[in-house]
């Protein structure tokens, strides 16, 4: 049975370091700052956590939870994927700010790797490339794999880069609104 108490805890411990990573990177900020921002006391975090890497390790795997279930989901739908994606991101401040520049390398590039295999899917195959102009463009240039490979990359990044300015401004726009900015410009 959990505690509310622990588990509210836990949540302001992942809150304030959202907030603290919104000025400086994770490796800059300490166990001992990020305690007295939460308003506990340092023996108060390790009752919860080893240090600041368990803390984040905690996160990651709930959170790389919640991503597979949405781009398992979202499969055959890159569409749908990224615009959940940008809800989720939308909802839960410590998985933007992980995403931002002073964030997670671990989630940064899991994240990338998931939309290059949506993009790749989506090259791949011939019917939803034919809807989103893909296919005219590999047979009008006849790509080769490795175009194809690096025209994944190019597009991720993209995407990627598009996601974090979105987050340093500060998700001004709704995430359908953010999603249709991408796809217009993937066409």
Known sequence: ???PKKEQTKQVLEATLAQLLE???FDDISTTQLAAAAKISRSGFYTHYRDKY????HYQQRLFNQLEYIFDKHTDNSQGAVLEIFEFLNREPLFAALLSRNGSRDIQ?????????LMLNDIQDTDRALSRGFRHNL?????FPSEIEY??????NALFGVCQRWIEGG???????ITDVIFKMMT
């Open 1 to 3: 049975m959990t505690n």
């Open 23 to 25: 000025k400086q990177s």
């Open 54 to 57: 368990e803390l984040i390790e």
């Open 109 to 117: 590039d899991y994240i990338k790797n998931k939309f290059k295999r």
């Open 139 to 143: 047979q009008e240039k006849k790509l």
């Open 151 to 156: 025209g994944a990359v190019f597009l991720v």
């Open 171 to 177: 998700k001004k726009e709704s995430p359908q609104q």
